[in-house]
């Protein structure tokens, strides 16, 4: 029996969890250009909609956790809403943003739907908490040194804040220096607290800190992905990218966009077999 977790509404006509379909999170690491957002999120959306999927864009304005002071972080908050505000506007999707400070929780949810808390930062109370105030769905990362059963406290951060729209991702756990496992466990363990849990399917796959970057090894994300979508999972968190050996962050977990829509149909049909028990 897979347990049935509360409905998050991200928006009126688009819900997570409540044993419903699994919702598509897509998109590049990091804004690169306005040109790859425009081209990543118009190929997902048309995707999705082909295939009946709920969809969500998902990018980055600043990434602040790279491993190197000389890595690319993005172009930074105003101009990265201003970006993200465009494409949502073209496209009519909605959208999840990282955010790492309390200042940023305020504009950031002038125009995403969803803020997620990095998983380095799932236990900063006072940012959860910011997220929260905000009304939006809060999507927590399950940080890699945490147990699923400990990332229920990160959740109830938000809750106690008012907001009951919470979901948590897992998203590997470290194992030894620059290897990352998943523990399929962790999704059941997380929504039998009745909150959705969605699989990071490329952040699982990397190798953290192999000399001064981060590497990863993108092979697996198709068997994750099947086995995590096979667990009861309500959401598909995935980078993907044009062209991911250009790209300025995860180039070598990213998925290439021309490979998406064959797997997601794939881990649709996964899904309705799953939930349909």
Known sequence: ??????RVRIRPGLELGGGGPIVFIGGPCVIESEKTLLETCGRLAEICGELGIGFVFKTSYDKANRTSVRSYRGPGLRAGLRAVEKVKKKFGVPALLDVHKESECGPAAEVAEILQIPAFLCRQTDLIQAAARTRRVVNIKK??????????????????????????????????YGNLVVDMRSLQIIREFGIP???DATHSVQMPGAGGKTAGDRRFVPALSRAAVAAGIDGLFMEVH?????????AANQMPLASVRGLLRDLIEIDRVVKSK
């Open 1 to 6: 029996m897979i347990p049935r977790t509360r």
């Open 143 to 176: 940080g890699q040194f945490l147990s699923p059963s400990d990332a229920r406290y990160a959740a109830e951060k938000v809750t106690s804040a008012g907001n009951p729209n919470v979901t948590l991702t897992e998203r590997g756990a470290s194992f030894g």
């Open 197 to 199: 849990a969605i699989f």
């Open 242 to 250: 044009p062209n991911p050996a250009r790209a300025k962050s995860d």
